[in-house]
């Protein structure tokens, strides 16, 4: 495996994934990398560098016919965006999935099934939705409340069954909410999860728009890029056909993240937190899960941070820029 295709690729999960596959030499010394996105930051991570849309005519076709070993598929519009503007959630978040899946069973099928490549998506826990026990486990049922968590829970089924069938080896990550991400506020609806702490960090204000009680499930962009990797290189008979798996995490508080930032950077830090409650946010938020038991993830290998403290300590190693 050493044609390596991230969609999404300069986006912030894009680029710790491009950066720990490069560092690490995940797929051995002599991998293609290929970025692909809207845009990239100036200093974006190693790898050939594509811009364009997914959702553009031809684009999907063009990716299948240089028989990429692994695919990351990491593009999509993010929780709040996906909420607000219907259709154009439906058309990135579902559409254009749809048309990279039949690209690739297209290419296998030219090859004659030879062509059969790694598909590791990133999925989302808002394939969940209200009532929730006290924790989710393998067992729960997929129903979603949110337009973003419906559009993720249409695409693992589309991967199971491509997969089911032949056309692609593929994986469905539910990853936490990513915290805490590096540089600015994005429309996700969680956005403010991060920004409760990288705000104050930078001496900054910092808009908290839920109770101090709303309780969530967390991990950090260094976990995620090390999901999607071990993903990539696992061998997916051991799933048993069940392709969408719950990633680990950190359950917590509003209450104990403030805490942890209390810890680090004293009250001064904290008394950055400015309360503005949001009703549109409490109403997609209220319908997120809040803990889990993933057992079935934990056995395969994949590997979290234990604590919210570790999630914080994460972020001043590898993004606060002092």
């Known amino acids: ?44 991570a190693v790898g050939n560098q594509i811009e364009g849309s ?9 990716f299948a016919a240089q028989r990429p070993d692994v695919i990351f598929h990491l593009a999509a519009i993010v929780s709040g965006q996906a909420e607000t503007d219907f259709a154009l959630g439906w058309d990135v978040n579902l559409m254009a999935t749809w048309s990279l899946l039949n690209a690739l069973k297209d290419e296998h099928e030219v090859s004659k099934g030879e062509y059969r490549p790694r598909l590791v998506f990133a999925s989302s826990i808002a394939v969940f939705g209200a009532p929730f026990p006290d924790k989710i486990n393998d067992e729960f049922l997929s129903a979603p409340l949110t337009s973003y968590g419906a559009q993720k829970a249409a695409s693992e089924i589309m991967i199971t069954d491509f997969s089911r069938k032949g056309f692609i080896d593929g994986i469905s990550l539910r990853l936490p909410t990513l915290c805490v991400r590096p540089g600015k506020a994005n429309a996700a609806a969680s956005s403010f999860f991060s920004g409760i702490i990288r705000e104050p960090l930078n001496g900054e204000e910092a808009i908290l728009p839920v109770a101090d009680t709303v309780r969530h499930w967390h991990a950090s962009p260094r976990a995620a890029a090390a999901f999607l990797t071990h993903a990539a290189n696992l061998d997916t008979e051991l799933l048993n056909d069940r392709r969408s798996l719950n990633m680990p995490g950190v359950s917590c508080t509003v209450s104990e993240q403030i805490e942890a930032l209390r810890t680090v ?5 904290v008394a950055l937190i400015e309360r503005t409650p949001d009703t549109a946010i409490e109403s997609i938020v209220k319908n997120w899960p809040r803990d889990f038991e993933t057992d079935r993830a934990l056995d395969l290998g994949f590997r979290a941070e234990s604590s919210f403290d570790d999630i914080v300590r994460v972020y001043l190693e590898d993004d606060y820029k002092r």
Do not use: C, Y
């Not at 295709?5 to 797929?27: D, N, S, W």
């Not at 950077?265 to 830090?269: L, M, R, V």
């Open 1 to 44: 495996m050493n044609r390596i295709l991230v969609i999404g690729g300069g986006g912030m999960l894009g680029q710790k994934l491009a950066h720990r596959i490069a560092a690490e030499k995940t797929f051995g010394v002599n991998a293609q990398v290929s970025l692909f996105d809207l845009a990239f930051p100036p200093n974006s």
């Open 54 to 62: 997914l959702t553009a005519p031809g684009v999907a076709k063009s």
């Open 265 to 269: 950077a004293g009250q001064d830090a």
